[in-house]
């Protein structure tokens, strides 16, 4: 039975999102896929998720997880092609403060640049203490 964790199922591949059972695709999803319940299914993959979540911190100020920015990448592949004055809708259900230690955070430094060490100073009330 490929709904259980412990079988492999045929069409699942590794990926970064966290919280997913590796190797496993949920009952849930199965059935959809299997009732043809969607309209399109876009794949996202792992590097264009966190570079997706990277974006929408940088230019948005939406801290989210990896999942996250995959669901936000499919709804901007989808904002590509859709009608004029469409309405998309997209949840981002998570924050990223857990992942800081995921592939999520690889490229980001722990310590500040002198760029955000610069701003943290121009604000006195607000300063993070100095090691």
Known sequence: VVNQP???HPN?????IQG????FIP???QEGL???LYDDLLQISGPEAIATSHKLSAQEGIFTGISGGATAAVALRVAETAPSGSTILTMLPDTAERYLSTPLFDSIDADMNLEETTLSRSTPGFQLPEN
């Open 6 to 8: 412990g079988v492999t």
């Open 12 to 16: 699942f591949t590794p990926h970064p």
């Open 20 to 23: 997913w059972t590796p190797d």
């Open 27 to 29: 009952r849930v999803l």
């Open 34 to 36: 299997d009732s043809e």
